[in-house]
């Protein structure tokens, strides 16, 4: 009996180091092969898919008439999406074509009050014309009447023509000189005219040029009243899936106001934050391995494509600020942009913004 007791406790030490033999060789080749593994890739968890989302924002303010789509509907680009009650909107491009309408008017009348001046400018200098020819004639007599008074003067000295013959004469020589002068104001008094028509001419076509510019005004106006109209229907920016919609008719949007989004389907990617220590072997072109949680653990072929500029707590709401306070160094992040390779992978279809995936590179 004491035999067998030895014999026992010697067979259960033996077992006991064949374990912990097996457990050494099983965990150090485990660590070796996690070390070789490491020397060549660097892996995180924090990463999540990414995509283009397109937020529907109203361009103008209005009351919500119509919702054409409903929560996570697929939507192609040009789809009607939101209608705004546009008869506001349309009243204005209609008194925006009123006044297109009155600025034309407007320039109609400058025109006609133009071409009337115009003909005034004719008339006027025809006066003044004819005024010039007029005193020439009347020089012409006031010529020939001071000849034959100076004659009839030498004359009356020796008695060879009567008194009667001598007035006339002189009475004559008055006339032509006060019809000459009559003549020289009469012109005068026409280019006064003339000068005053053109002048009034002149301020036409000022008419003219500000009724040319009121036109342009009220056509932009016009044309602005249209594009405004035009913003009350909402469309489709491109092809992608709608969020949820949390708008309903009747309700009042502000410009600018975001009523929900569109995530677009041209492509996704990946974004993983690895921390700063394992950046420095990683480069960009490197062949990456993306594994997707909600796919079991599906796989893609991937490449890094580029670098954040900054670390992901630069772009926090509230920065941390390391002059303040007492400083604990924290192991920064960076985010970094990983493509998928084989975009035709039917699988990438089922990827959604937000996903959790893991990153393994390839650093060789």
Do not use: C
């Amino acid at each position: 009996m004491a035999g067998i007791e030895t014999a026992e406790p010697k067979k259960r030490s033996k077992g006991f180091v064949i374990v912990l033999a097996a457990l050494v060789i099983v965990g150090g080749g485990f660590g070796i092969t996690k070390y070789l593994h490491a020397q060549h890739h660097e892996e995180t968890d924090d990463a999540q898919i990414d995509a283009n989302i397109s937020p529907v924002i109203p361009r103008v303010a209005g009351y919500i008439s119509e919702v054409r789509v409903k929560d996570n509907q697929y939507v192609k680009k040009g789809d009607t999406l939101i209608v705004l009650d546009n008869r506001d909107y349309q009243i204005k491009v209609d008194q925006a074509d009123a006044a297109v309408a009155a600025a034309n008017s407007n320039l109609s009348v400058a025109q006609a009050t133009t071409s009337a001046a115009k003909v005034g400018i004719y008339s006027a200098q025809a006066n003044v014309t004819t005024a010039e020819a007029q005193i020439e004639a009347a020089k012409v007599n006031v010529w020939r009447a001071n000849q034959d008074y100076t004659r009839y003067a030498n004359l009356i000295k020796d008695h060879s023509i009567t008194q009667q013959q001598y007035d006339e004469a002189l009475a004559a020589k008055q006339r032509a000189e006060r019809q000459l002068q009559v003549l020289v104001e009469q012109k005068n008094a026409a280019s006064r005219q003339a000068n005053a028509v053109v002048s009034q001419s002149n301020a036409t076509g000022e008419q003219i040029s500000v009724a040319n510019a009121g036109i342009k005004q009220r056509l932009a106006e016009l044309e602005t009243a249209k594009l405004n109209l035009s913003y009350t229907v909402i469309i489709a920016p491109a092809d992608g899936k709608i969020s949820k919609v949390g708008v309903q008719p009747g309700q009042f949007m502000q410009a600018g106001q975001t009523m929900f989004s569109i995530v677009l389907n041209d492509a996704v990617w990946v974004v993983a934050n690895f921390k700063e220590t394992q950046l420095n072997k990683m480069k960009i072109g490197q062949k990456v391995t993306v594994s997707i949680d909600a796919l079991g653990g599906h796989e893609f072929e991937a490449t890094l494509t580029s670098f954040a500029p900054a670390t992901g707590a630069r772009f926090a709401l509230l920065p941390p600020d390391n002059a303040s306070g007492n400083f604990v160094k924290v192991v920064q992040r960076v985010p970094v942009k990983i493509e998928f390779v084989n975009t035709s992978d039917p699988r990438i279809k089922d990827l959604r913004p937000g996903m959790n995936a893991d990153v393994d590179v390839h650093l060789d």
